[in-house]
Structure formats: C-alpha cells, structure tokens
C-alpha cells in the first residue's frame, strides 16, 4: 500500500512552459485534492474532485487545470508557467463516509517542489 | 471566508520544556480541527483530530483542545524533544456544501534545542 504519490519530486520550469504534475493514490479514496504550499505559509486549495469525472475549483485555481478519469489518478496540468507558480504542490486524498463525516482526515503526498525561472 | 491564524509564528525551546501552539478560526461551522506535522522537503502527517463535538484528543505527549464557540484550538507539548522540531499545521475541515475543503493556518516553526 504506496498511499499517495506524487511525481517528480522536483522540477525546473521556464516561464511559459507547460507540465502535468502527476498524482496517484491506492486507498480507493473518492476525494482528491491539489493544494500548494508557498514558503512561510499555509497550503492553498487549487482543485479537487469528489470522484471520477467530477472537478471543482478550490480557492486559488488560475493557470491550472485538472481531470479525473479513474479513481486513482488526480493529474494537476500548469499551462504557460508563470513565476508566481513557484511553489510545493501537494496531493492528497480521503474517502467520504456517509454518517462519519466528522472523523475523516486527509492523506498527503511527498509533494512536488516547482520553480518556474 | 474560513480563515485560520497560527500564533506564534515560529518558537523555539530548549529540551524538557512544555509547550503550546495556539489556532483560531473564524467560522465554527466545521466538522473537525486537525493538527499536522510538516517536516523538512516532506509531506504533512495527520497528529490529532478532534470532532466538532469533543473537546480534545490526546496521543502520547500531545493534547489539543478545541472550543469552537471561540473559535480556537491549542496544542499542548510536553516535555518537548529535538525530533519534536518540524513545522506544525493546523486545518479546520468544512460542513455543509463546502465538505471536504480543509483550511490551514500558516504554520508555527518549532525548534527544540538540545
């Protein structure tokens, strides 16, 4: 049982590049998450998905996109990279229990840390 | 907005010493409150979580409130050690439409020092 991985662990960008962060998870979990982390600070929502098929944007989603197309996979694609994309990206996941709502927690990935030159 | 504010920012102590962590969050209508572990170059690790419904949690040397009619929460160390030094976060997780949505404080750097 891997959890929650993430690739790569590290990656330089120049502006205006693009990539697709990957993110993998093996708990069957429904939720995915992508969240950044700049330094000093707290992690941010960019995107999750409340299952495959199903995206929704979280609190800081432009330049981003996302697709869920099996329940394993949450992949986090950065178009045109800008500066401001510099960051470490995790991915996490959890699984919603109907009735148990108040005890679940989520699942996080080593991360990816991102510069953008 | 949820917002979440962490104080302090950073602490450092030298080994033995209790200490606490303090969270504050602005919404009470959350369903539970977590306390993470950040270590260096590494993901976050779940410590406690406390239901809305409770009052605190303990494990081990740890122990964290939570008073969500004032909206906060603390985490209480004790008798700390170098390898408690790492970043700890603190996340409210969202009820209602906005399940699922954690919202983290900014982090207090500890640092025990032998």
């Known amino acids: 049982n891997a959890g929650v991985t993430q690739t790569p662990k590290f990656r330089i960008l120049k502006i205006g590049q693009s990539m697709t962060l990957q993110c993998a998870q093996d708990m069957n979990h429904n939720y995915m998450y992508w969240y950044r982390q700049d330094p000093g600070m707290g992690l941010k929502l960019i995107y999750y998905s409340v299952g495959a098929g199903i995206t929704d944007k979280g609190e800081v989603p432009n330049g981003y996109n996302v697709s869920r197309s099996t329940t394993e996979d949450f992949p986090l694609r950065l178009e045109l990279a800008a500066p401001s994309q510099t960051s470490v990206y995790f991915c996490a996941s959890s699984s919603y229990r109907h009735g148990a709502a108040h005890t679940d927690t989520q699942y996080f990935g080593p991360g990816t840390r991102l510069t953008v030159l | 907005k949820q917002e979440v504010t962490q104080i302090p920012a950073a602490l450092s102590v030298p080994e033995g010493e209790n200490l606490v962590l303090n969270c504050s969050f602005t919404?009470?209508?959350?369903?539970?409150l977590q306390w993470f572990r950040q270590d260096p170059g590494k993901g976050l690790t779940s410590l406690l979580l406390?239901?809305?419904?409770?009052r605190e949690q303990t494990s081990g040397r740890l122990n964290a409130s939570l008073d969500k009619s004032s909206g906060r929460s603390t985490l209480y160390i004790a008798a700390s050690q170098p390898g408690d030094s790492a970043t700890y976060l603190c996340a409210v997780l969202a009820g209602g439409t906005s399940y699922g949505k954690l919202t983290f404080g900014q982090g207090t750097i500890l640092t025990v020092h032998p």
């Open positions: 406390i239901q809305s419904s409770q």
């Open positions: 919404d009470s209508a959350i369903y539970n």
